[in-house]
């Protein structure tokens, strides 16, 4: 015996079933899609009793389809259904080993060096091997720099374009400011290209000045997917902000650490490095208005580069620093709160 419902099924629109007297069995034969059934009740969905179908239901035997979740015609043996011909989103084969990315499936091209079986065979990244590894770098940066720049690298050139996907994270810095808090860094997310002959590539992250006082903060960049390359282990690259003073509120009390918290905009700031030029170190002295405050010195060459970072230092301290510092120009610099100075050293061979 035959009949359909109204309601039910995996659309929700209603089925046909059989049931048999003898073993007081039902066995669902076909969902309604809303592209067959009663054409008078909204193409198919939810169709009354008594009324003919538009499809005719006549086949000698039930078939097995797999789900198709990701629509790249390749099913799931985890999810399958018997009908008469493929349903909405089935197939007819149960080969699929991951139903929700339509860019896994058996006969896809394998991607070398993102870690997944693109095509399958359960392997991952056959075929690889003498593909170049791809590296990124991690960077310390200035607030007031505005950007932070990573670099990728290749293990050795190649003939094809290299690509990977990007994306950032947030970390103790953010990228959506909170009631308290304001932005560290613009949100950023996409690919970049290393082109063929190519062995390096640059990612470009802006970095925002808030001019409170804080600890240094770091946020990350995940990457994920490299064409024609190999990741090295390391997938995530950090990004340091060292722009923040490192504040170490809990040996202050009362007032001392209110002041510190508010980040207090201290008096003028003074830089003395003696010798200078020097041939073996700087002995550098450091005075404030605001002697309860902690300061932050950063030691920078002449490009930009962060050769040295001291914090928690307090106004009037005498630091040592460059013994190991190669012949050049050096520029400290010395923060406390959102108040700056900088002074330019020279290093000269012995």
Do not use: W
């Amino acid at each position: 015996m035959y009949g359909s419902t109204i309601g039910g099924g995996t659309n929700g629109a209603g089925v046909i079933f059989s049931f048999d007297p003898g073993t007081s069995t039902y066995s669902k034969l076909q969902d309604f899609t809303g592209l067959n059934g009663d054409p008078n009740n909204y193409l198919g969905l939810n169709p009354g009793h008594g009324l003919e179908f538009i499809e005719v239901y006549d086949c000698t035997a039930l078939t097995t389809f797999y789900q198709d979740a990701d629509g790249d015609g390749y099913g799931s043996a985890a999810v399958h259904t018997q009908a008469c011909s493929v349903p909405a989103g089935y197939a007819t084969n149960s080969t699929d080993c991951n139903d929700s990315d339509a860019a896994v499936h058996p006969g896809a091209i394998e991607i070398c060096g993102n870690g997944i079986d693109d095509n399958c065979d359960g392997q991952i990244d056959e075929g690889c091997a003498g593909n170049p590894v791809l590296s990124i770098n991690n960077v310390s940066v200035s607030e007031s720099a505005g950007v932070a720049t990573l670099t990728l690298t290749l293990s050795k050139k190649s003939a094809q374009a290299i690509t990977v996907q990007f994306k950032t994270k947030d970390g103790t810095a953010i990228s959506k400011g909170k009631k308290q808090n304001s932005a560290d860094y613009v949100e950023a997310k996409g690919i970049i290209t290393i082109p063929a002959g190519a062995q390096t590539a640059t990612l470009s992250i802006t970095v925002l000045s808030d001019a409170i006082a804080e600890e240094a903060e770091q946020f990350y960049v995940d990457f994920s997917k490299a064409t024609n390359a190999t990741m090295a282990k390391a997938t995530t690259a950090t990004i340091t902000i060292l722009d923040g003073i490192v504040l170490r509120t809990s040996t202050l009390t009362g007032n001392e650490k209110m002041a510190v918290e508010k980040a207090v905009v201290p008096g003028e700031l003074k830089i003395n490095a003696a010798p200078n030029p020097s041939s073996t170190r700087f002995t550098i002295k450091i005075e404030a208005a605001n002697t309860k405050e902690r300061l932050q010195l950063r030691v920078t060459d002449i490009a930009g580069k962060v050769i040295e970072v001291r914090s928690n230092v307090l106004a009037g301290q005498t630091i040592q620093i460059g013994d190991g510092y190669k012949t050049g120009v050096y520029i400290i610099e010395v923060m406390q709160g959102n108040t700056k100075k900088q002074l330019k050293v020279i290093k000269v061979s012995n």
